[in-house]
Structure formats: C-alpha cells, structure tokens
C-alpha cells in the first residue's frame, strides 16, 4: 500500500509559471524524498530532507516539511518544458532509512 | 562510473510461468532494493538486499524471492506469474548507510 497521497494527481502549467506539489504520509519518518520519473523509466533523486529540516532547496526546487502535519511539499519555480514528468515523494522511517515508500505521484505538464 | 542497470528491459510471460529479473548495482554500492511499479502508481517496495542476505521485505507473498551476489548484482525471481504481476519492475542500488537510491531504467514485464 503507498505511504500517503499525492496533490494533485496531474498538473498542467505554462512554461515560466511555479509549479507545486504536496504530499502527505502517514507515520513518523526518518527522511523524506522527491523522485522525478520521465515516462514509465527508471526514477532519478532530486532532493532529501531529514525529519529535523523544515525548509530546502536545491536550484529551481524547494522543498518544506512539515511533520507536526505529516505533509511535504515541492515546489519547482520557473518551470521548463523539459520539467515535464511524474514527481513522487517517498519516505524512510526511522528503522530502515532507505527502503523507502512511495506516493501516487502527480504527472506534471510543462507546456511551451 | 555506471549506474544501475537492469535486464532484460521487457518480456512477457504467461500465466503460471517464472521470471528472473537481474540487475548490476552501482560502482561502490554493496545494496540492493527491488521495487514494483503497476501502471499509474507509485513504486512499491517488495525487498532490500544487504551483504548477499534480505535485510527487508515489504508486503509480497514468498513467491516474490531474491538474491544479491558477492559483487553486489542481484536477481528478482517471481514464481507462479499472475496477471496482477505485469508492472515495470525497478532495481536500486544505495551506499552503505546513505537513504539516496540510485534507480535502473527498469524491467516492464507483461503477463498474459
């Protein structure tokens, strides 16, 4: 079973708008992780934030966790065609760091 | 250095038949976690391989069985195929002690 919920599930934006992705989870983590997946492919990391974080970024990307909420979120800002994609979130308790659970996912769509 | 990579890249089996999936970890990475993606979802965990020996399973039934070699490199054998088996099947090698996966293209089995 996944982990918690994907919002939304598919978003459409115009090239150079901010696109932003939530994600919810269920029981007390470790980490929390962002994966972006082009076409049914193999899924390729783009951020991590540890249980005691509450705010990162990484280039175009920021990421806020909010644990008392048990919510995430990914924000990718000026966004480009080639960002098109599913972005998931998973994460890694406290146990077992790395085997990681996923959400749903939402398919974003970057149009030109 | 390469990355993950896996084998083959899609097959197609019958009901009742066995599959072997294999994959070569990352230069470096000495774990292993098999992960399975049916279509429109997030992955799902199905089992970890630490120093040739399952370190975790999430919830898949026995006929769900691995192996990792002493160079790391791991199989997924999945015995009895199911039509509910068809998924691309993702391989993923870690660092010792690191929460980052690094994901092979995956194998996409169908099963008719």
């Known amino acids: 079973s996944q982990q918690g919920e994907e919002d939304p599930q598919a978003l459409s934006i115009q090239e150079g708008e901010n696109a932003t992705m939530n994600c919810s989870y269920k029981t007390s983590i470790n980490n929390l992780q962002w994966y972006r997946q082009n076409s049914g492919r193999g899924l390729v990391h783009l951020i991590l934030?540890?249980?005691?974080?509450r705010e990162k970024h990484s280039g175009r990307l920021r990421v806020t966790l909010d644990t008392s909420k048990k919510s995430s979120s990914l924000l990718i800002t000026a966004s480009r065609a080639a960002d098109t994609a599913s972005y998931f979130c998973a994460t890694g308790d406290n146990n077992a760091g790395n085997m990681l659970t996923f959400g749903g996912g939402t398919r974003l769509m970057v149009k030109p | 250095e390469t990355g993950v990579t896996q084998s083959p890249t899609h097959l197609i089996k019958t009901r009742g038949q066995q599959v072997t999936l294999r994959c070569s970890s990352q230069?470096?990475?000495?774990?292993v976690s098999w992960y399975q993606q049916a279509l429109g979802q997030g992955p799902q965990f199905i089992f970890q391989y630490y120093r040739e020996e399952e370190n975790g399973r999430g919830n898949f039934p026995p006929r769900f069985s691995g192996l990792q070699f002493p160079n790391y490199s791991s199989e997924l054998n999945v015995n009895a195929l199911e039509l509910d088996d068809s998924a691309l099947y993702l391989c993923a090698s870690s660092l010792p002690g690191a929460n980052v996966l690094t994901f092979g293209a995956g194998s996409r089995l169908t099963v008719l």
């Open positions: 230069s470096g990475h000495n774990t």
């Open positions: 934030i540890r249980s005691n974080e």
